[in-house]
């Protein structure tokens, strides 16, 4: 079935990382030293259990204060497929770290704590799931150990989640919501025996039986390098290389180079000294075009045909604000998707997200860090007019600070005027 990206989401102290450190430690994942030395700093701490956390808290300020600053992946696998988790941590000021962390997953597991049901940080990480278009979300109510394993405190936490997803739908997610004890282990691996009430799967069964969504665009790849060896052998050859992106490409498939929307075909596709009649998404190559066409780093070759539609020098978005700087109407940045960078500027402020992200606060003259707003952006060149709903990888930017170099925002397109 593949590898599966899992992101984890919650507020701080939700027990993100003892979940992880318990998936480990039950698929039997956890290399003997790294086992011994959670048993050893759990003794010397005089806790009666494995500290399960430590599995993941890499950096010496997490060990110290029992929390997660920056994301770390962890890799481990089961007889039926192989994961990487990326372990975002959990508090407002790491914000742009569980963003970071969650746009390449596939499956996002957000964490409430029983005792305190949906907070603020509940509304934040989802919201950022739903913007990243998470087709499967696992809502793990967990420390049922806490609250006596209730059925009831489960049912309060799950009923408030629905409210946010009544107001924010997306076609064909899958939501499950799971009550757990990370630290005991409960419906973590195994399905429990501590909530009879509860008869659904644990985490572990429903990685193990998600499906990765199809690409929704045509094949495309976007240029990281023009090869020309003028070597005796390859003395005329002209290839494009990069990583080919949803779905496979072929020999003789048309292709439209954006922005020029100049037309061609693919002639070869070469890896590693050998051609090959076609390539799957995800493969690194380089290709070569039946027309001598003037080809850049950042260009776009994609299976399409050529229209001026797919292209646009404005852009709707929405922001996520990940910079101390505030962002302010009119300011000039640097607008890069993929190996592509151009100029831009920020033509309006439409509106942003309110603390419970419940509703829109309109008539805004700033964007501060970990806010999450409507903007209208004027690109100096022309762009893909592609949404993110369309492609995860055309329909997604980063902004930069010109000035300061700070990779300031992540942006996803809506829409094109």
């Known amino acids: 079935m593949g590898v599966l990206k899992i992101a984890t989401a919650g507020s701080v102290d939700d027990g993100k990382s003892t979940l992880i450190g318990r998936l480990l430690y039950d698929t039997k994942s956890l290399p003997i030293d790294k086992l011994q030395a959670i048993k050893d700093s759990s003794e010397r701490k005089g806790y009666d259990y494995l500290d ?14 029992g929390i997660t600053i920056d994301v770390a992946h962890i890799y481990f696998s089961t007889p039926d497929r192989s994961y990487i988790i990326a372990d975002a941590p959990g508090h407002i000021e790491y914000t742009r770290n569980m963003i970071t962390g969650a746009s ?50 489960f049912a309060k936490a799950e009923q408030a989640f629905q409210q946010l997803l009544a107001k924010h739908q997306l076609p064909h997610r899958k939501v499950y919501f799971i009550p757990v004890s990370a630290l ?27 499906e990765t969504a199809a690409p929704l665009v045509q094949s495309f790849l976007q240029v ?49 000294g050998e051609n090959f009649e076609a390539a799957p998404a995800g493969s690194s190559v380089s290709i070569s075009l039946q027309d001598d066409l003037n080809v850049d780093r950042g ?99 980063i902004l930069i600070d010109p000035v300061s170099k700070n990779t300031s925002a992540v942006g996803f397109v809506e829409d094109h005027t």
């Open 52 to 65: 399960l956390s430590l599995a993941t808290d890499g950096l010496v300020a997490e060990r110290e204060q």
């Open 184 to 210: 005991k282990g409960d419906n973590v691996v195994h399905t429990s025996i501590t909530m009879p009430w509860y008869h659904g799967p644990s985490i572990l069964q429903v990685l193990s039986q998600v």
């Open 299 to 397: 260009d776009i070759l994609i299976k399409t045909e050529a229209s001026d539609s797919l292209l646009t020098k404005n852009i709707t978005a929405t922001l996520c604000w990940m910079d101390t700087q505030p962002l302010v109407d009119k300011k000039k940045m640097w607008l890069q998707y993929g190996t592509q960078r151009i100029m831009c500027r920020v033509e309006q402020l439409i509106s942003k997200k309110s603390t419970d992200f419940q509703s829109d606060v309109t008539d805004i003259k700033q964007l501060h860090l970990n806010d999450i707003g409507q903007i209208k952006i004027k690109t100096s060149k022309p762009v893909p007019s592609i949404s993110f709903n369309q492609s995860r990888d055309l329909g997604r930017f």
């Open 224 to 272: 990281q390098n023009v090869i020309r060896p003028k070597t005796q052998k390859y003395h005329d050859y002209r290839g494009f290389a990069g990583r080919i992106k949803g779905d496979q490409l072929k020999v003789g498939d048309p292709v439209t180079v954006l922005p020029s929307l100049k037309k061609s075909v693919v002639e070869a596709i070469h890896f590693n």
């Open 104 to 153: 390449t997953s596939q499956i996002s597991i957000i964490l409430i704590d029983a005792r305190k049901g949906v907070v603020e940080q509940t509304f934040r990480h989802f919201y950022i799931n739903h913007l990243l278009q998470t087709s499967d979300l696992i809502v793990a109510v967990n420390k049922m150990d806490l609250v006596d394993y209730k059925e009831s405190a």
